[in-house]
């Protein structure tokens, strides 16, 4: 059967780089290959080699075919992490020269466990991405109405400018003390850079940051970190994902290549603010889910994601995720939106270690990452993972792993379960490691219903939507015993966040600090002119807008544009995001449908005894959204067929009550009105699915299978 291939994603992940192609009827084909760290555009091209295998095609074949490409990786991530990026400087306030070693308490201690934050010795800083001979001071003073308090000393930019590019520095970043209220005294000495640089003939070198002109929002601390991300470790990151881009046109490839980023869009490479894809994959698994409750009516999704690494959770609640505007990553705070997603960190690549004095198993946060763990000898891993317990009790087929591409050793992953974990534990193999596995499994039931009812809802509000290389291999487990409305897992789980990327709009969004009171007090008239300042402020980032896209070659005219705001009762600390009525507010009347507006999501977000409505409100930030017309997948719609797939073959497989002769079924052989009864196992060259003795599962006509219990 021949395919026209139409839209094409690609997630580097920290363990499996995965591609997702879907063709012009809906059909899709997933490919997996390990990822290449050290040249991202390595394992792509051997993801897409294993996608369009299995459609006996080849990317030189397909390529040219292919109208709308996304990619999402972890190289910027891992730059940041390795600290290998750009050598940059900094102009700061001065005073302020010290920040970056300093920090704010709460960075010293981000990740840590509850029982560690309340111990002061246990916490330690950053290395600062900038050393401190690097960062100069520059006086001047622009205070918080925006106003000039004390005249920019421009000497001080001059020899602070001259000092940095005698450093040797290839990037330069401007950020002052409410910069975001008035930009004046960046702007001029963005222009002593420029003139510095002209006397030494750098012309189109040393590019210059500008933090009012890439992240003007509030917090001064989180803006600086967020600025200096982009000069050091996204500035860099252009050139690997050019790299990406070039190799796909060597191999036919017409598409314009585009981002995962933070707030749920795509962007160009080419975007200025490139640090919003500094945590892309993620994102793309919470924007497909999204895109399939919107798809299939479902109104709040649980979603759940294991990798290699980690276990992600992210809340669809009235088919609306949430975006959190001072997200933390690697440790670092930062200015810019993210979909609010909680990661643990537990994957099927995490170690699994015996405490000696505890005799208690200790699972993660470090992982094999993409070197699986000690039944793979290929990548020199000494510890026992998560991916080690499977195989040796034979819910993992070791010579199917990748479909075959890695095969693996059981008899060594055996032998080093039991030294690591069985013998300690005083427990034979078995039963050792379904201990673990338990555990590992209790714990991420407990994190994604935490997550549930920490938001005032219960889990039989949600449905379940698992996905991830690792999720259907751990689903039953996790969801064992709570009463979701359903457990949903896509036949294409293992490419899932690849498929999210796919049906994220082609999008830049922007937005601007401008803290307008809405009070009691007011007069119409008064409100109607806060309504205006708020319409200004719209227009000019839809210019922004307009700007990124001209890059691209789209103009105005083919853009939609989404307006929105942040808002809270004046003088609460924490804002939410609205969906703005109307385009303009331009009188006391749209004012109040904006209120309304917001009165109603808060509601949904927090309890009704939560509302302060006598205090007022405050517009904390202008957000303009802009999307062009793209290529995105379709849902599949199948035949149903009767009777049952064919049994491949047996094996012995460890379940609650011992070893049983399991039935194994090729998931490509289940086909829409299939019900599989457990105990059985679905395979598939990117993924394993383990049905429990006390559990079906059924696939719809999307190609969704459908977890349930037995005597349900």
């Known amino acids: 059967m021949s395919h026209d291939p139409r839209v094409l994603a690609i997630d580097a992940g920290g363990t499996m780089t995965d591609t997702f192609i879907v063709d012009s009827d809906g059909a899709f084909v997933v490919g997996k290959a390990q990822t290449t760290p050290d040249d991202e555009s390595r394992g792509l091209l051997e993801s897409a080699e294993d996608a369009l295998r299995q459609w006996e095609s080849t990317p030189e074949r397909d390529f040219p075919k292919v109208a709308s490409a996304v990619f999402s990786g972890t190289a910027m991530l891992n730059r940041l992490l390795s600290r290998k990026g750009l050598e940059v400087g900094a102009l700061v306030t001065a005073g302020q020269e010290d920040s970056l070693r300093m920090e704010r308490g709460i960075q010293t201690y981000l990740g840590f466990s509850y029982a560690d934050r309340l111990h002061v010795n246990t916490h330690f800083h950053n290395d600062p991405l900038i050393p401190r001979r690097r960062i100069h001071g520059v006086r001047g003073r622009i205070d918080l109405f925006g106003k000039e308090a004390l005249p920019l000393d421009e000497d001080d930019a001059r020899q602070g400018v001259a000092a940095l590019l005698d450093d040797g520095v290839r990037g330069i970043v401007v950020s002052f003390l409410f910069s975001y209220r008035n930009p004046v005294h960046e702007q001029r000495v963005k222009e002593i850079v420029e003139e510095e640089k002209a006397k030494r003939g750098l012309n189109g070198e040393v590019p210059v940051f500008v933090s009012s002109e890439l ?23 252009r050139g690997t994902l050019r790299a990406v881009r070039d190799r796909t046109k060597e191999r036919g490839a017409g598409f314009e290549l585009r981002v995962m980023a933070s707030h749920g869009g795509t962007i160009s490479i080419d975007a200025d603010q490139l640090a919003t894809t500094l945590i892309s994959g993620p994102i793309g698994g919470v924007v497909g889910a999204r895109w ?19 276990f992600d959770i992210a809340l669809l609640t009235g088919k609306r995720y949430l975006v959190d505007t001072t997200p933390d990553v690697a440790r670092f705070m930062l200015n810019m939106p993210l979909v609010q997603i909680d990661s643990v960190g537990a994957g099927c690549g995490s170690f699994v270690r015996i405490d000696p004095n505890a005799r208690r198993p200790e699972i993660g946060p470090d992982s094999a990452g993409a070197s699986i763990g000690t039944a793979w000898p290929e990548g020199g891993i000494e510890t026992v993972s998560i991916t080690d317990l499977n195989l040796v009790l034979g819910r993992l087929n070791p010579e199917y792993f990748l479909g075959g591409q890695v095969q693996l050793d059981t008899e060594r992953a055996r032998a080093e379960v039991k030294r690591q974990v069985a013998d300690p534990l005083g427990l034979g193999v078995e039963e050792a490691a379904a201990g673990v596995i338990e555990l590992f499994e209790t714990s991420l039931r407990d994190q994604a219903v935490g997550r549930v009812l920490g938001k005032g809802y219960s889990p039989a509000d949600y449905t379940l939507l698992c996905y991830g290389g690792g999720g259907p291999l751990h689903v039953a487990g996790y969801t064992k015993g709570v009463p979701y409305q359903q457990v949903l897992v896509p036949e294409w789980a293992a490419g899932f966040s ?17 803290d307008l009171p809405l009070l009691p007090t007011q007069t119409d008239e008064e409100k109607a002119g806060i309504g205006g300042l708020l319409t200004q402020a719209w227009r000019a980032l839809e210019e922004r807008v307009v700007g990124e896209f001209t890059k691209s070659g789209y103009g105005r005219e083919e853009i939609t544009f989404s307006h929105v705001v942040r808002m809270q009762y004046y003088g609460q600390l924490v804002d939410i995001e609205i969906d703005a009525p109307k385009p303009a507010v331009e009188s006391a009347a749209d004012v109040a449908d904006l209120i309304e507006a917001f009165e109603s999501t808060y509601q949904r977000t927090y309890a009704r005894s939560a509302r302060s409505p006598e205090l007022g409100y405050l517009v904390a930030q202008a957000t303009v959204k802009g999307s062009v017309p793209i290529e995105k997948p379709k849902l599949p719609v199948l035949e149903t067929s009767a009777g049952a797939p064919p049994v491949k073959q047996t094996r012995q497989v460890w379940w609650s009550e011992g070893w049983v002769e399991t039935p194994i079924i090729e998931m490509t052989d289940v086909h829409p009105g299939h019900t599989i009864d457990g105990p059985s196992i679905l395979e598939a060259e990117s993924t394993t699915f383990p049905i429990p003795p006390d559990r079906r599962a059924w696939l719809d006509e999307h190609g969704i299978f459908h977890l349930e219990n037995k005597g349900a």
């Not at 003007?216 to 000069?231: D, Y």
């Open 498 to 514: 690849a498929f999210g990327c796919a049906c994220a709009e082609f999008e830049y969004r922007y937005d601007r600090q401008i």
């Open 215 to 237: 992240y003007p929002s509030r917090r001064e601390f989180p803006r600086l970190n967020t600025t200096v991300i982009e000069a050091y470790a996204a500035e860099p990151s």
């Open 292 to 310: 399939l409750a919107e798809e299939i009516g479902l109104d709040n999704v649980l979603c759940t994601d294991i990798g290699g690494t980690s």
